[in-house]
């Protein structure tokens, strides 16, 4: 009887520990209605966040193909698709393989501007446009997607403000960046990199905010833990991935795609994440 015991406490143990280490592709799914879209209108953007150069398959196509399956509209990529210790290369065959699926629209993430990845800083934003993707920085427009009029703008990461100037001021450069966009017309997109930056988000004319950054708080426990530890926010995070309903906008955080086996992720596997935008019924 001690022996089968064993056996069921081993086995458990190690289902636990693969559910706990799973780190295959997860696709997550989020619905948001807005009353600025009319009944028959919708449109689905995939986010693809922190992907910190990881490889998923030969040139990326394990995340590609999962990517196209979505069938998305629009392809919002907030950051930090390169990271500053690793080869650009997986982040380039991630953007060249998915022109032509959707339209792409990419902000920098702290890993684009560190100064200490001069050959990525200089680079990558020249290497996505030629790809097809739209860099923001700072800056807005007006598209139309799947006959959705929409108006989406992107922030550069705060570090471009502090390596240009010490004393300069983020909130204030991207608040003067956004003053022209009308809150009431359009369904407003907004592209940012950091999640914890809800005050300054609040402040400025969006309908739906998409980041990363903090990866999902790196370890997670079901139901109890969303989050042990997110870069800028530090223990217990209030904003580790996911979605959050705030009183003028609402803010989708991915919990990216970056393992690493010195820093494992817990509960936590990488994800696509799908935002389904309609209007109410």
């Known amino acids: 009887m001690k022996k089968h015991k064993s056996t069921f406490v081993f086995v458990a143990l190690g289902i636990l520990l693969f559910t706990a280490t799973y780190n295959a ?12 879209l009319s009944a028959d209108e919708s449109l689905r953007i995939v986010l693809l966040s922190d992907l910190h150069s990881a490889s998923y398959g030969y040139k990326q196509s394990i995340l590609i193909d999962q990517v196209r399956a979505q069938k998305p509209d629009l392809i919002a990529l907030p950051g930090d698709l390169l990271d500053r210790y690793r080869s650009p290369e997986p982040a380039f065959e991630l953007v060249e393989g998915l022109a032509g699926i959707a339209p792409m629209y990419f902000v920098t993430g702290n ?11 200089h680079d990558a934003k020249n290497v996505f446009r030629s790809h097809g993707v739209t860099v923001l920085e700072n800056e807005w427009e007006p598209i139309t997607v799947n006959g959705v009029n929409l108006v989406i703008g992107g922030l550069e990461d705060p570090l471009r403000t502090y390596n240009e100037n010490i004393y300069g001021s983020w909130e204030t450069d991207v608040a003067t960046a956004m003053q022209d966009v009308d809150p009431d017309e359009t369904f407003n997109l907004l592209l940012s990199h950091r999640a914890e930056e809800v005050d300054t988000y609040a402040d400025l004319p969006f309908d739906l905010v998409l980041s990363g950054h903090a990866h999902g708080g790196q370890v997670r426990i079901p139901y109890l833990l969303n989050g042990l530890f997110a870069p800028d926010q530090g ?36 994800e696509i994440v799908v935002i389904d935008v309609h209007g109410k019924k």
């Open 111 to 121: 890993h684009e501007i560190d100064d200490s990845a001069d050959y990525i800083r």
């Open 235 to 270: 223990f217990f995070p209030k904003y580790a991935g996911g979605l959050y309903e705030h009183e003028s906008f609402t803010h989708v955080i991915g919990r990216g795609f970056n393992y690493s086996f010195n820093v494992p992720r817990i509960f936590n596997p990488p």
């Open 25 to 36: 592709l997860t696709v997550q799914t989020y619905d948001v209605p807005s009353d600025k």
